[in-house]
Nanobody
Framework: QVQLKESGGGAVQAGGSLRLSCAASGYTYRDYCMGWFRQAPGKEREGVVLVNIGGGFTYYADSVKGRFTISQDNAKNTLYLQMDSLKPEDTGMYYC???????????????????WGQGTQVTVSS
């Protein structure tokens, strides 16, 4: 059974940084994607970034390009999201997600992925 566990959220001031982690377990897929989504209070869930593991393609939402960086440690089965130059509009619950196959922009926009974590809260104050 695939399990995803996020950590690293917290409260920071605008301009600050946070690094989120997503520890994955129970994985048996070869070609798959992982990424991050977020949901602010009263708003719909939004795709932040997806990466095709082993496939070389990474998709960032326009709102985070140049500020957020996704990375992975395959030995630890952990996905990271480095968030720099944070803005108040980055506030929300951040979810890690993974899919049994490679992803495209459709998955980033729709959120149609197979597995989800419970989320970690990020709060950015002005």
């Amino acid at each position: 059974q695939v399990q995803l566990k996020e950590s690293g959220g917290g409260a920071v001031q605008a301009g600050g940084s946070l690094r989120l982690s997503c520890a994955a377990s129970g994985y048996t897929y070869r070609d798959y994607c992982m990424g991050w989504f977020r949901q602010a209070p009263g708003k719909e869930r939004e795709g932040v970034v997806l990466v095709n593991i082993g496939g070389g393609f990474t998709y960032y939402a326009d709102s985070v390009k140049g500020r957020f960086t996704i990375s992975q440690d395959n030995a630890k089965n952990t996905l990271y999201l480095q968030m720099d130059s944070l803005k108040p509009e980055d506030t929300g619950m951040y979810y890690c997600a993974t899919h049994r196959t490679y992803c495209g922009r459709f998955q980033l926009q729709s959120g149609s992925l197979n597995y989800w974590g419970q989320g970690t809260q990020v709060t950015v104050s002005s």
